[in-house]
Each structure stands twice: as structure tokens, then as C-alpha cells.
């Protein structure tokens, strides 16, 4: 298949245009703490206030704007699990035409109801993504509907450009920007529009250590997709498109991984130190800071908060095991006589220090738990490492067994 026609700066500026007052003009936030962080000015583009709760809403208003009248009589089709659905539910049902998405069949309820909300007719098809994508573009053959793709168009690429035009409006002085990157849609927009808007600012890209597509064909490695889980399923792309490589390897100065981990621990600083609400690929610029894969030599620097449409369980998972890594956190398993009074001797022992219990978990029948006596776990909220030094030394005045649970 012919590769598509390149987009320019032009588009992107005609993008622009055709966006203003069709979505939200998202804001660049500066963080103090972040800046003292790195040593540099830190700032955070924040498309998890977008329409929709991320960046996509702006690549698929304007693809369907490309689109002939007939074209949109018939409709559009797509297929995603997350954040390109609802861009193209949304896009569609502002512009006044039908949308069908296809979703793998694993997907969860709450992107299903998003993406219903938005007026869309879904798909369940599959237990893989590939089986999702193969059932929308037999539809798209089948029914005449259009098939928006998530990055490899021309007017998506030039749609989510606008962000770059947006950064150098608002921060002409920028000279690092840092942007999620799967499929490279938006990366690919963003660094087009950087550049050829005459910026000397360096742009880096940041993939899952688990689904680095992009780096392994820049590099000239065999892509082999994705390599196993990664909870950021919004850059979880295993074969990026040709129009984007062509354009990173023009205009991306460097695309680099994190693991989920890293991802992880920024999504949990970014809540508890910015109230930023972010997805786990949103935090991936910031991960890759923190983990110092990228220099910034004090220089303003952009990251881009690309979505926040988090899964809430997931969330509540890595705020739990985020401030176990900040010593916020303890979990501490005690084996304790099976008699009245012994349990609140622990509990007085823990309350003692000034710490909170958050959870306790009795259990009995545990293996190595001897006869005659509890096993129960506490996880208590602490202040700090000095803080739970003295619950520790409170809990072996009680005279009872117990460890910190590490695993």
C-alpha cells in the first residue's frame, strides 16, 4: 500500500483554525515543585482536560472535517479500547454524523458506557486487539463508513499538531517538549509543528519498556510489537504507522522507555503534589525525568500530560503501593496470642506512635500461623521513614512477633 501524502505545517495551522472554539484551548501549567525538582522550569500541557479527558478529540474533529459530504452520510468506523474511541464518538456526534466503534470483547464497562455516551453504536469483537481491528475495516468495507485511524492519517497528525502550536503560543522560549508516544500520532503532529514553526527546542518521545514499537523500528531492530502487560494502554501500540516513523525521524530528537514502575510512581507524585489526575502514558514524560533519562540542563521544558481517563481500581492500586515506595505506607504482619486483650495491645502499641491504622486483616487459618495464636495484618499510615522508625520501636515494646511485609 502507497504511503498516504505527508502533512505539513500548513495543515496543522489549517487545523488550528478549523479547532478554535470546537475544543477546549488546554491549559500550560507551571509547577514550582516539579521545577525545583529537576532544576529546570517545568511545565505541564494538560490534555487531560480535553474534551473527552484527553488529546484525540482534536485529530478526529478534524479528519471528519476532511470528509466529503457523501462520506459522512455514511458514517465513520474505529477501533480502540480507549481514548481514540471516545475522540472519534465525540467528533462524530459533534459534527452530526453516525460512528461505530469496535472494541475488543475483554474491554471494560466503564470505556464502553464513555464511548456510548458519545452517541456511538458498539462492537464487541475479539479477544485481541488485531481482532477488533480486522472486524472494523470488514464493517468499514461492508457498511461504506470511513475508517479513522488512531495515528496514521495526515489529519490526525496535523489535528493533535495543534498542541505544538498551542506550546510555542504560550511558551515561545521552550526548548525541551516531552510527549507520550505509541502509535506516534501524537508525537508525530507535535514535533512536525515544532520544527517547522522555526523552534530550535529539542522534542523527546517516551514509550512503554514493554511496547516500544517506535524505538525498534527507528533503531532498525526487528519489531516484535508488544513484549508483555504495561498498565499504559494509551501508548500500548505494536506497530506505529508509516506516515509517523517518517516524520520521528525527521523531527524527534530521541524517544526513549520507561517501565511501568517509573510510570507508576510519576502518576502518584503528579496527583499527590500537582492534583493533576493523569493515565499512566500522561505520566510518562514525567517518569522519564524522574528516572533521568533525559537532561534538561535547567532549560523550560514541556511535558505533555497527553489523558487522565484512569481506571479507578488502578488507580487506588498504585496510590497504595506508591506510598509503600514513599514510606507513607507499612504493611506489618503480627502473630499474636488468641486471647482477649492482645489485640488491642497491638492496635494501643500502633496508636501510641501517632500513626494510623488503615486497613487490618485477620487470619487464622493460615498455615504458619501456630495453634493458639492470630495472624493479623496491618497497613498503617505513617508520615515518614523517621516516623515509622517509631512504630517499630512501639510495636517491639509490645513484646510481640511481628515483620514488615515487603512483598
Do not use: W
Request: aromatic share 6%.
Amino acid at each position: 500500500m502507497a504511503m498516504q501524502e505527508m502533512p505539513d505545517i500548513g495543515l496543522i495551522r489549517d487545523a488550528a483554525k478549523f479547532l478554535k472554539g470546537k475544543i477546549e484551548r488546554t491549559p500550560l501549567l507551571y509547577s514550582k515543585t516539579f521545577s525545583d525538582m529537576c532544576g529546570s522550569p517545568i511545565y505541564f500541557k494538560l490534555e487531560n482536560f480535553q474534551k473527552t479527558g484527553s488529546f484525540k478529540s482534536r485529530g478526529a474533529l478534524f479528519k471528519i472535517s476532511s470528509l466529503s459530504e457523501e462520506e459522512k452520510k455514511r458514517g465513520v468506523i474505529a477501533c480502540s479500547a480507549g481514548n481514540h474511541a471516545q475522540g472519534v464518538a465525540f467528533a462524530a456526534k459533534q459534527s452530526g454524523i453516525t460512528s461505530k466503534i469496535v472494541m475488543p470483547s475483554y474491554t471494560i464497562s466503564a470505556k464502553i458506557n464513555a464511548v456510548k455516551h458519545y452517541g456511538a453504536d458498539i462492537v464487541l469483537k475479539g479477544d485481541s486487539y488485531i481482532e477488533a481491528f480486522n472486524e472494523a475495516k470488514r464493517l468499514s468495507k461492508e457498511e461504506g463508513r470511513t475508517f479513522v485511524d488512531g495515528f496514521n492519517d495526515r489529519y490526525i497528525i496535523a489535528g493533535q499538531g495543534t498542541i505544538g502550536l498551542e506550546i510555542l503560543e504560550d511558551l515561545p522560549e521552550v526548548r525541551n517538549v516531552i510527549v507520550p508516544t505509541g502509535g506516534g500520532g501524537l508525537i508525530s503532529g507535535i514535533s512536525m509543528a515544532i520544527k517547522d514553526s522555526g523552534s530550535s527546542a529539542k522534542v523527546y518521545g517516551v514509550q512503554s519498556e514493554n511496547c516500544d514499537a517506535v524505538i525498534q523500528t527507528i533503531s532498525g531492530q526487528e519489531v516484535v510489537g508488544s513484549k508483555g502487560f504495561t498498565i499504559a494502554d494509551g501508548i500500548a501500540v505494536g506497530n506505529p504507522g508509516d506516515l509517523n516513523i517518517e516524520i520521528i525521524k525527521k523531527y524527534v530528537d530521541q524517544v526513549l522507555s520507561v517501565n511501568d514502575e517509573q510510570m507508576s510512581y510519576a502518576l502518584f507524585k503528579l496527583l499527590e503534589r500537582q492534583k493533576i489526575v493523569a493515565e499512566a502514558s500522561g505520566a510518562a514524560p514525567l517518569a522519564a525525568l524522574m528516572a533521568g533519562k533525559i537532561k534538561l540542563n535547567g532549560e523550560p521544558t514541556v511535558l505533555v500530560v497527553s489523558g487522565g481517563n484512569i481506571d479507578l481500581l488502578l488507580l487506588s492500586k498504585i496510590i497504595y503501593k506508591s506510598m509503600e515506595i514513599d514510606n507513607g505506607l507499612v504493611r506489618i504482619e503480627c502473630k499474636i496470642p488468641d486471647r482477649s486483650g492482645t489485640l488491642a495491645k497491638i492496635t494501643t502499641a500502633i496508636s501510641s506512635s501517632g500513626s494510623n491504622i488503615f486497613h487490618a486483616e485477620v487470619d487464622n487459618l493460615s498455615q504458619d500461623t501456630p495453634i493458639g495464636f492470630q495472624s493479623i495484618r496491618f497497613s498503617v499510615n505513617v508520615r515518614d521513614k523517621e516516623h515509622l522508625e517509631m512504630l517499630l520501636s512501639r510495636l517491639k515494646e509490645s513484646g510481640y512477633k511481628f515483620h514488615v511485609v515487603s512483598d
